[in-house]
């Protein structure tokens, strides 16, 4: 009798699992709205169809402070982000760093505290300073620290590091002084203009924007048309005049309004123009603090004569526009310089 063959075992080569990254904000068609850090689901979609898997998004893009209801779809923290990623599109809200001392956590080192604007109130949300995710942060900050150490880790220093940003090599720093002095030279502009507050915070939204992106983006994608900037200034300024005119009407109602006036002369064009600045405090915010806001910046007809009775209208007439009557603008406590026409056109009114 033959001895039986020896058995063979047939081992079935599993078939590799591809794990696929989830793109990062600005790879896909279309970046991610302000405040979702990623939109995974269409694309888990895609790649299962392809047969591989697809990572878990890093952190949730609307944490929860509260449990579901069983009968709803959307938690209050989630309605929290929705309503403060809408309103800090259209301006309503605003992000300034936190400055309460009892708010030691490490995670505001990349968030922003989110603010209503015009009442500096916190709205209990939080934006990372490094890809505009909006957290709630009503219950605490441990979304916002679990955020730091998964999403964002890597784009940033991580929480205890001391630092923000990632250091600039000398040698790149050198290329981008070159650029500066170039800059200066062919359009013969002012180098403290280039270094002004003003560009420097225009220069560091372009990074965090490239950065977000994850790599280099082309500037000509990003610079708009004069016309739509100039568009976009009109709004902004109508939306923030909207806010601060109640706001000036009810200090000027309870004598808590300052104002003062300035004129002056374009040098190339020779255009003239007037301003108003009003000073008020408004008892409803946490902090009693003065305000000062520029509230008229106007031309003055060249052909006018610059005489106190020119200079009274061109101001009643710059604030009616604005919806201010003539009981209003004579409740303001206007200070003056010595100029003698200033002094003229405010002698019937508080001084």
Avoid at 1 to 30: H, I, N
Avoid at 201 to 216: E, H, K, P, Y
Wanted: aromatic share 4%; charged share 25%; hydrophobic share 35%.
């Amino acid at each position: 009798m033959s001895a039986p063959a020896p058995r063979t075992r047939s081992r079935r080569r599993k078939a590799p699992q591809v794990t696929v990254p989830l793109p990062g904000p600005g790879e896909g068609d279309d970046p991610p709205p302000l405040g979702k850090v990623l939109e995974p689901e269409n694309r888990r979609e895609g790649a299962a169809a392809a047969g591989v898997s697809v990572q878990p998004p890093l952190s949730s893009p609307t944490p929860s402070t509260s449990s579901e209801s069983s009968s709803s779809n959307s938690c209050p923290g989630d309605l929290l982000v929705e309503e403060s990623v809408r309103k800090l599109r259209a301006g309503e809200y605003y992000t300034s760093p936190q400055k309460k001392a009892s708010h030691t956590s490490n995670a505001w080192k990349t968030f922003h505290v989110v603010k209503e604007r015009g009442t500096d109130l916190e709205v209990g949300t939080a934006m990372c300073i490094v890809c505009e995710c909006v957290l709630s942060c009503k219950s605490g900050t441990s979304s916002m620290l679990k955020h730091q150490l998964s999403y964002c880790t890597g784009m940033v220093n991580g929480p205890g590091a001391g630092a923000q940003y990632r250091p600039v090599p000398t040698v790149l720093r050198g290329t981008f002084v070159d650029k500066l002095a170039d800059t200066c030279a062919l359009t013969m502009g002012s180098v403290h203009l280039l270094t002004s507050p003003a560009v420097v915070g225009l220069i560091q939204t372009a990074v965090d924007i490239s950065a977000r992106c994850r790599g280099r983006v082309d500037v000509q994608d990003l610079m708009p048309h004069a016309t739509t900037v100039m568009s976009r200034i009109d709004t902004r300024a109508d939306m923030e005049m909207k806010r601060l005119v109640p706001r000036v009407k009810k200090a000027i109602a309870e004598h808590k309004c300052q104002g003062s006036t300035d004129m002056w002369t374009d040098d190339d064009q020779k255009r003239h123009f007037i301003a108003i600045t009003v000073t008020f405090v408004d008892d409803e915010k946490e902090e009693c603090v003065a305000e000062t806001y520029d509230l008229v910046v106007a031309k003055f007809p060249s052909a006018m004569k610059a005489t106190g009775v020119n200079i009274r209208n061109a101001m009643f007439t710059a604030m009616a526009e604005l919806g201010f009557t003539a009981e209003e603008f004579s409740g303001i406590e206007w200070v003056t310089d010595r100029g003698a026409n200033i002094k003229k056109a405010l002698e019937n009114d508080s001084r």
